[in-house]
């Protein structure tokens, strides 16, 4: 049996840059794994998948993101044989937290070993990249600059956060108990010029990138995917486009953010379609009172940013 601990992201920045003819945005992201996992282990079988979940109301076929990555590496690997796959998860549903992302890719490494084909993370990214987005961050983390609509991923150093005196390595995750959808978030952003739209960072139709972002030898984010090695992000906004509209839907995520930000985070934000929030701390002593404080209506937990990958 292979097991494996599939961590949550958060979005420590991320900006939609603009429409793609595909649907899908094109956007620009820091993200970051933390310690909250969900738990994917695998056995072999003689055929076809089974697919076991704990925690959580999840199909056991089709639509349950391990079992669409174990069908298509099977298909792809020309596999004929299956594999019992156990998922137990912790990481809560249309979270913003990159949950299902996460163990379609731990299910891509474990099936990866247990049918010893030595494929590269980059063609197993390729894989789960048609299963979503997030999918391809979990190959390159634990901080990686992604761009695209998050097929490009490119591994940097855990970059400073405006408002940061030193990069904190502990968070503080909280959730108000219910989805937010991520196509719905997307599909709600204004575009620039109609009605009631803001000239603000969530204007989806914004082409190219305007980024502050302070960077080491260089002037604009738009170098990034170019550079040969690792960029260097020196210092970083506190942004998230999909906010703005998420908030207006769900206020509570403002009352979340506020509730940690009294309770000293020095970096409060929702992470990617949301609900969930985060707010970096110090230290895990302040993390540890942050959460204790949190009213019972909230799921919180205190997480550690991961400084290694956990595979
Ligand atoms: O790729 P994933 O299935 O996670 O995306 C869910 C939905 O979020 C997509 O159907 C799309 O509507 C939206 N999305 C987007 N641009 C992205 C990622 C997701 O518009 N870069």
Redesign the pocket.
Not at 17 to 25: M, S
Not at 293 to 302: E, S, T
């Given at each position: 049996m292979i097991s494996l601990r599939a961590p949550a992201k958060i979005n420590l920045f991320l900006r939609?840059v603009g429409?793609?003819p595909d649907?899908?945005?094109?956007?620009e992201s820091v993200m970051q794994m933390v310690g909250l996992y969900d738990d994917v282990s695998v056995r072999p079988r003689r055929r076809g998948f089974e697919i076991r979940v704990q925690g959580a109301d999840l199909p056991s076929g089709s639509g349950n993101l391990v079992y669409d990555a174990a069908v298509a590496f099977a298909k792809q690997a020309g596999v004929t044989a299956g594999a019992s796959i156990r998922l137990i998860k912790h990481i809560p549903i249309g979270a913003g937290l990159g949950g299902?992302?996460s163990d379609a890719a731990a299910t891509l490494i474990a099936l990866n070993r247990l049918w010893e084909l030595r494929w590269p993370r980059s063609r197993l990214a390729e894989v789960g990249a048609v299963?979503?987005?997030?999918v391809p961050f979990f190959f390159q983390g634990p901080t990686a600059w992604v761009t695209?609509?998050?097929e490009r991923v490119r591994r940097i150093a855990r970059p400073r956060l405006a408002g940061e005196p030193r990069p904190s390595a502990w968070a503080v995750l909280v959730n108000p108990g219910f989805p937010v959808?991520?196509?719905w978030?997307?599909?709600a952003l204004p575009s620039r010029g109609a009605p009631g739209a803001r000239s603000s960072p969530a204007a989806p139709d914004r082409v190219g990138s305007s980024a502050i972002i302070g960077l080491t030898n260089h002037d604009s984010v738009d170098t990034i995917p170019r550079l040969p090695g690792a960029p260097a992000l020196v210092s970083c906004p506190v942004e998230n486009s999909l906010e703005l509209v998420t908030v207006l839907k769900y206020p509570v995520i403002d009352e979340m953010k506020k509730r940690l930000r009294d309770d000293g985070a020095s970096v409060v934000l929702m992470s990617g379609?949301g609900p969930t929030v985060f707010g970096l701390f110090p230290s895990r002593v302040h993390a540890v009172r942050a959460h204790a404080g949190l009213p019972h209506a909230w799921k919180g937990w205190v997480v550690k940013l991961l400084r290694r990958m956990p595979w």
């Amino acid at each position: 049996m292979i097991s494996l601990r599939a961590p949550a992201k958060i979005n420590l920045f991320l900006r939609v840059v603009g429409r793609r003819p595909d649907g899908y945005h094109d956007i620009e992201s820091v993200m970051q794994m933390v310690g909250l996992y969900d738990d994917v282990s695998v056995r072999p079988r003689r055929r076809g998948f089974e697919i076991r979940v704990q925690g959580a109301d999840l199909p056991s076929g089709s639509g349950n993101l391990v079992y669409d990555a174990a069908v298509a590496f099977a298909k792809q690997a020309g596999v004929t044989a299956g594999a019992s796959i156990r998922l137990i998860k912790h990481i809560p549903i249309g979270a913003g937290l990159g949950g299902g992302s996460s163990d379609a890719a731990a299910t891509l490494i474990a099936l990866n070993r247990l049918w010893e084909l030595r494929w590269p993370r980059s063609r197993l990214a390729e894989v789960g990249a048609v299963l979503g987005s997030d999918v391809p961050f979990f190959f390159q983390g634990p901080t990686a600059w992604v761009t695209g609509r998050g097929e490009r991923v490119r591994r940097i150093a855990r970059p400073r956060l405006a408002g940061e005196p030193r990069p904190s390595a502990w968070a503080v995750l909280v959730n108000p108990g219910f989805p937010v959808s991520t196509r719905w978030a997307f599909e709600a952003l204004p575009s620039r010029g109609a009605p009631g739209a803001r000239s603000s960072p969530a204007a989806p139709d914004r082409v190219g990138s305007s980024a502050i972002i302070g960077l080491t030898n260089h002037d604009s984010v738009d170098t990034i995917p170019r550079l040969p090695g690792a960029p260097a992000l020196v210092s970083c906004p506190v942004e998230n486009s999909l906010e703005l509209v998420t908030v207006l839907k769900y206020p509570v995520i403002d009352e979340m953010k506020k509730r940690l930000r009294d309770d000293g985070a020095s970096v409060v934000l929702m992470s990617g379609s949301g609900p969930t929030v985060f707010g970096l701390f110090p230290s895990r002593v302040h993390a540890v009172r942050a959460h204790a404080g949190l009213p019972h209506a909230w799921k919180g937990w205190v997480v550690k940013l991961l400084r290694r990958m956990p595979w």
